[in-house]
């Protein structure tokens, strides 16, 4: 462990060592209930496997995929597919560049190269919205605002998420212990930071769109983006973006378009599925979404085509798609 964070902090690596075995006693007493047999052992080795999988893909070791540039009357759209964790889309105007959501802490230096060889000037980022506050997704967004000022966006919800350092505070789900010990194991490995000082989106319903609330809207380029407050299957405190006028959808961990995801990308995925059981707090409640966003999105889609364009779904993993089935998750 003092190898691959290259620290000699005792108190972070005993932090990380006391998840990692309460997580582990909390694995094998799950698996004999279900009748499964798990060793130690392999708890172990996952959860190392886990955080070396993006460790060592820092400087040197790091590699990105850039997606085609999407333009849609001032606005261009460009995604940037690290070696690990989420995605990074960036939203380009004249005046300035928003990020919604980003990948891991640990890549920040990484991903200011990475932009600045797009020529994309990463001061130029003055909004970062976040649709869960899951290190994959949430976890670069402290150190632009440290360091560039960039505001955060992010949803109420996710206080509770940030303060007890569990993804799946706020929910009633059995797996909370598990959960936890996760959000540490995984918040340290990938040196996760959010701002102190983020702001919420807003908390009353403005308008409601197939059983979703609206929350919230933010505008760039002349598009405006509706703020969709989910109703909790993945995390608490989870959002998604959609505009009418680019025909885009984030959607975050949902709707993933699996035959995009090469062999390492989907074994990594499966890692904290693998620590937590499921990545879902609730999913029951979890699929219940996804059939809300698939019966969305054909909506949105044919309102769309009425004007020539086509329903875009970018997914927190993956490559973004054109509209047109319902992709399962890895």
Avoid: C
């Amino acid at each position: 462990l003092r190898r691959l964070l290259n620290t000699d902090d005792i108190e972070r690596l005993r932090k990380i060592l006391d998840s990692s075995r309460r997580l582990s006693d909390l694995l094998v007493k799950f698996s004999r209930e279900a009748g499964k047999h798990f060793e130690v052992g392999d708890i172990t080795t996952n959860v190392l496997a886990f955080a070396s999988a993006s460790l060592v893909k820092t400087g040197k070791g790091f590699s990105y995929r850039r997606l085609p540039t999407l333009t849609v009357d001032r606005v261009k759209f460009h995604v940037f597919r690290p070696p690990t964790g989420g995605n990074i889309n960036i939203l380009e105007s004249n005046e300035e560049l928003v990020m919604v959501d980003g990948g891991y802490g640990l890549y920040y230096e990484d991903v200011k190269t990475m932009l600045k060889e797009n020529g994309l000037d990463p001061a130029r980022i003055k909004r970062i919205y976040l649709s869960h506050a899951d290190a994959d997704h949430a976890g670069l967004s402290g150190y632009f605002a440290e360091d560039l000022g960039s505001r955060v966006y992010l949803h109420d919800g996710a206080r509770g998420i940030l303060e007890h350092e569990n993804r799946g505070w706020g929910s009633d789900t059995p797996l909370l212990d598990l959960n936890h010990y996760f959000t540490v194991l995984v918040n340290e490995f990938t040196k996760f930071r959010v701002p102190e000082n983020w702001n919420a989106y807003g908390k009353k319903e403005i308008e409601r769109l197939n059983g979703f609330s609206v929350i919230d809207t933010f505008e760039i380029g002349g598009q405006a983006y509706k703020v969709l407050e989910s109703t909790g299957g993945h995390v608490p405190g989870q959002v998604f973006f959609v505009s009418y006028e680019s025909g885009l959808i984030f959607t975050g961990d949902y709707l993933l378009r699996v035959d995009s995801l090469g062999d390492e990308e989907r074994a990594i995925l499966n890692l904290p599925k693998f620590m937590m059981t499921s990545t879902n707090v609730n999913s029951t409640l979890f699929r219940r979404e996804m059939d809300m966003l698939k019966e969305f999105i054909t909506r949105f889609d044919a309102d769309l085509r009425t004007r020539d364009r086509k329903a875009i779904i970018v997914p927190g993993h993956g490559d973004y798609y054109e509209w047109g089935g319902a992709p399962e998750n890895p």
